[in-house]
């Protein structure tokens, strides 16, 4: 904090010289065509001085002694050489106020001026302004011994002259100096202690923030072992409907083709290769801890000789990175090792487990999706094949190939039976309706159509009653038709299981994904890690804040304390 200083200063720079004009030929020779004559300083023949001071004349009559003009000027031309000195109002107000102290007869304020310097006075010194106190002749401090008396026309008292006295300091310049002297005294301790404090300030950030960023510098610098990157590109993409026609309808149709259609196995294969899994089958394949178990490594990269599985995965993490981009459905893989051949290793390897597990995804669902149908079919065949059975075994069992064929032939001979029955009906009746019937015909006829009457019965009774040597016709064809029908039954279901089965086997042929390598791996030339400069500036970033954390907080638990 900068106090501002308020002593007053006026010049305190000092003015630079002025060079003289060059003769006025050289001005001419150069172009100055109006160049002042010598001697001449642009104001021509008007001057600036001020009148001279006149002798005191003759007495005028009419004015008393010591009131006359000075000079052999007379009052008006005194009172016009007065106003051409240009007084201010000030200047004016405070003679007109000495002269009515002396008790001049003033009839204007430039007449008092002119009386007051007919009497001796200048109105205008310091002393003559302090006589204006009233009970005072003249300044307190100075003594009488330093002033003459002078007789001042029109009271007749004896006014004292005053004499310049000596130049001494006075107190009020003294204050002043005393004031700059504290001023700058207090300026060179803020100043002192800024700079102790900006010391300090260094002092620290170099302690708490330098030290630790040219440590970071010196390690990426200096120890740390060059790592090679190597970068590569796949994606899962799924299958057109090998043997299925054209894409699906709805969604899936509108998706097909896209990143969101293999979105889930794309993040089940990201999963898979960050996995300890996929870090164990590398390990055991390509020696992936032996790697970094080398002495090549710096300390702080290389892993510990028996180290944990977990130690493992955390440098497994750190030095393969895989991220997917669901926009554009692509995951991207990045493998970093301390050779540029291993790199490439390692990045094939696990393109290689990429491509298994999505092998092993869609077999999976292929076979969950062709299961379910296949057995289903398989029931529905067995099934259809047993109801085929059954009807068979009631064929033989009845010794009917069809009730439906054996109640049609039982039906035809009722009929036919009928119709004789109801012959011989008539003849008997015609016969018995003479007077005198021949009985020798009628007995005959008789017997016939009671053998009619027992065969239709007999006829009838095969068709609704069991009898002794088997079923009733009714039962036979109940039992044949619903065995039949169940064939039926069987046959549709056999049919639409083999359509969900062709359905299926369609569907799982589209389910296909495969892996596609569009960015393949490449052997780096030059290392990638560590990048010594931007790690350097992070590390700087990093314990400057923890610094201005540190020391805000410090900050405002000693304001709370001394609050």
């Known amino acids: 904090m900068t106090t501002k200083l308020k002593v007053k200063r006026f010049r305190i720079r000092r003015p630079e010289p002025v060079a003289p004009l060059p003769p006025r030929e050289a001005l001419v020779k150069e172009g100055m065509l109006f160049a002042p004559e010598p001697g001449d ?37 005194e009172m016009d050489t007065i106003r051409r000195e240009g007084l201010t ?6 003679a007109r106020r000495l002269a009515q102290k002396h008790n001049l007869p003033a009839t204007s304020d430039f007449d008092a001026v002119r009386l007051l310097r007919q009497a001796g006075l200048d109105p205008f010194q310091r002393s003559s302004l302090l006589d204006l106190i009233p009970g005072q002749d003249g300044p307190p401090s100075e003594p009488p011994a330093n002033r003459a008396v002078a007789t001042a026309p029109g009271d007749g008292v004896q006014l004292p002259q005053t004499i310049k006295p000596a130049q001494l300091p006075s107190t009020q310049v003294q204050a002043e100096q005393h004031h700059a002297a504290d001023i700058l005294r207090i300026q060179r301790d803020l100043s002192k202690r800024r700079r102790r404090r900006s010391a300090l300030l260094a002092a620290r950030l170099f302690v708490f923030v330098g030290i630790p960023t040219l440590l970071t510098a010196f390690y990426y610098y200096a120890v740390a072992t060059p790592l090679y990157s190597t970068k590569s590109e796949f994606v899962i993409q799924q299958s057109g409907g090998v ?4 894409g699906g309808g709805g969604l899936g149709g509108l998706l ?29 394949d390509h020696g992936f801890r032996n790697h970094f178990e080398s002495d090549r490594l710096d300390p702080i990269q290389r892993l510990d000789p028996g180290a944990s599985l977990e130690k493992s995965y955390k440098t497994y993490t750190r030095n393969i990175h895989i991220s997917y981009d669901p926009s554009e459905g692509l995951i991207k893989m990045e493998v970093i090792a301390a050779d540029p051949e291993k790199s490439v290793e390692f990045a094939n390897a696990l393109i290689g487990y990429a491509e298994e597990q999505v092998d092993q995804l869609t077999q999976r669902l292929r076979e969950d999706q062709m299961k379910g149908a296949r057995e289903s079919y398989e029931n529905a065949e067995r099934e259809m094949i047993a109801a085929q059975r059954r009807v068979v075994d009631l064929q033989e069992k009845f010794k009917v190939l069809s009730s439906e064929v054996e109640v049609q032939l039982i039906t035809a001979q009722i009929g036919n039976l009928e119709t004789q029955l109801s012959a011989d009906r008539l003849s008997l009746q015609q ?21 009619l009457e027992s065969e239709i019965g007999l006829l009838r009774s095969r068709l609704t009653e069991q009898s002794a040597d088997g079923q009733s016709l009714a039962v036979v064809q109940g039992e044949l038709m619903v065995a039949q029908s169940d064939v039926e039954t069987r046959r549709l279901l056999l049919a639409q299981s083999l359509q969900a089965l062709e359905t299926s086997r369609i569907e799982a042929n589209r389910q296909v994904r495969y892996l596609s390598l569009s960015v393949s791996p490449v052997a780096p030339d030059e290392a990638a890690y560590p990048r010594a400069f931007e790690y350097t500036v992070v590390a700087l970033l990093i314990f400057g804040g923890i610094y201005l954390m540190i020391s805000m907080t410090v900050a405002i638990l000693r304001e709370q304390i001394a609050g």
């Open 41 to 77: 300083d642009g104001f021509g023949n008007q001057t600036f001085l001020p009148p001279p001071k006149l002798d005191a004349a003759e007495p005028s009559p009419g004015l008393p002694e010591g009131l006359q003009p000075m000079g052999d000027q007379t009052p008006g031309e």
């Open 243 to 246: 043997g299925g026609g054209g």
């Open 431 to 451: 016969m018995e309706s003479n007077a005198q019937p021949n009985q020798a015909r009628m007995e005959p006829l008789k017997r016939r159509i009671t053998t």
């Open 256 to 284: 097909q083709g896209t990143g969101l259609a293999t979105s889930q196995d794309s993040i089940a294969v990201q999963g898979y290769l960050q996995s300890r899994d996929a870090m164990i089958r590398l390990d055991r």
């Open 89 to 94: 109002g000030r200047q004016l107000r405070l």
